[in-house]
């Protein structure tokens, strides 16, 4: 990694440093437009497009101000990442931006006076199951060690199409859900708020390209289509979810909201970062066969917030576990002529790792409720209560250099 410094402020352990260059949509005034940021600064692309930061990229004159980032996504890497690249370049010092005469314009905003809003124009919305610890974890306590996996688990990456409606940026309060359950001992189902709500820790890739009905994205070929990641919460109704699922799968435990973090980072913030995912075996079919370094080395934490403020950490996982990877995911996702979407948002699935504190869920971190997390109030949590936020966070770091996600919290709410 070469040496870069950006002229504006960076507090240590910012998310935000030169190294990133994330995109979001800010709202100021009734004004939309697409921005990154720096530090504590927000930087208004659309104000930037009266500078000479974009020449030579052919731009469409208004495609910042916009109130998402569809359109600009769907201009394809061939016009994004160059953009990408003289964003940071500027931001740079002695880059473009780094002049008096743009000190006093609107380019640079203070995050705090700044409101952002959900950056995707969401159209569909997928969520996989592609973690093998939180799959086995989840196999072992409803049927047995033995038979943890299903027979298709370690042959595709298993999935279900979700519900984009309720996709809500940090922040957002979230209501607890009502449903139907079947209480243990029980010979009819009851109607009532869930008892066991639960997080997924989780990550989702946002489509940048789409394609045409009837055609296919090969694995190798896939991150041409992902312009990049945002933290996700899964939000799940553990009790509805068990009562419902068979023989469809989630429903109502699941689409009555998850959450998203306000910034996308771009694959290419992220290059660095690369790794080996965990070895696949058996051996996958030709369609899904994935060569090189496809995971990434994101760390991610989860804390639980009380009503009152007080903290407690519930696990540190990372995406690199993941078995199955982006790009086989986008490959078998369109394998069979399955259209993507610019805007379409992909989650992984519940991100779990090798050892208790790395696990995704509280389902798996007090094991069917059987290890209660212990507050710093002397409380205990099994699953979610009214009042608790849920507060998610990922970066990654490396000689020197982080990059971060920003923030994915959501409190409970009253039923």
Known sequence: ???????????????????????????????????????????DLNQCMATPLFDGLDLPGEIFLQPSLNAFMA????????????????????????????????????????????????GDYTDFYSSREHATNVGTMF??????????????????????SSIVMSGTPIRRPNGQTMPDGADRPVFGPSKQLDFELEMAFVIGTGTKLGQTIPVQNAEEHIFGLMLFNDWSARDIQK????????????????????????????????VAGPGQSPEVLPYLAADGKKNYDIHLSVEIIDADGASK??????????????????????????????GDIMASGTISGPTPDSYGSMLEICWKGTKPVQM????????????????????????????????????ITAD
């Open 376 to 411: 710093p109030n002397g409380t205990q949590r099994t699953f979610i209560q009214n009042g608790d936020t849920v507060r998610i966070r990922g970066w990654c770091s490396k000689e020197g250099v982080r990059i971060g996600f920003g923030e994915c919290d959501g409190t």
């Open 75 to 122: 201009l394809g890497k061939g016009v994004t990442v160059p953009a990408r690249e003289q964003i940071q370049a500027a931001l740079a010092k002695g880059g473009i931006l780094d002049n008096d005469i743009y000190k006093e314009t609107d380019i640079f905003l203070p995050a705090d006076d700044v409101k952002l809003r959900l950056p995707i124009d969401i």
């Open 313 to 342: 950490p519930v696990s540190a996982s990372n995406f690199k576990y993941m078995y199955w990877n982006m790009c086989q995911q986008l490959a078998h996702h369109t394998v069979n002529g399955c259209n993507v979407r610019t």
């Open 143 to 164: 049927r047995d060690p033995a038979n943890a996996l299903l027979p298709n688990w370690l042959h595709l990456p298993v999935g279900y199409h979700g519900r984009s």
């Open 243 to 274: 009562w419902e699922y068979v023989p469809l799968g989630p429903f109502l435990a699941k689409n009555f909201a998850s959450t998203i973090s306000p910034w996308v980072v771009t694959l290419e913030a992220i290059e660095p970062f690369r």
């Open 1 to 43: 990694m070469k040496n870069m410094e950006s002229f504006l402020f960076v507090p240590e352990g910012s998310d935000f440093t030169i190294w990133n260059i994330p995109f979001g949509v800010l709202e100021r005034k009734g004004y939309t437009a697409v921005c990154t940021r720096i530090g504590d600064v927000i930087v």
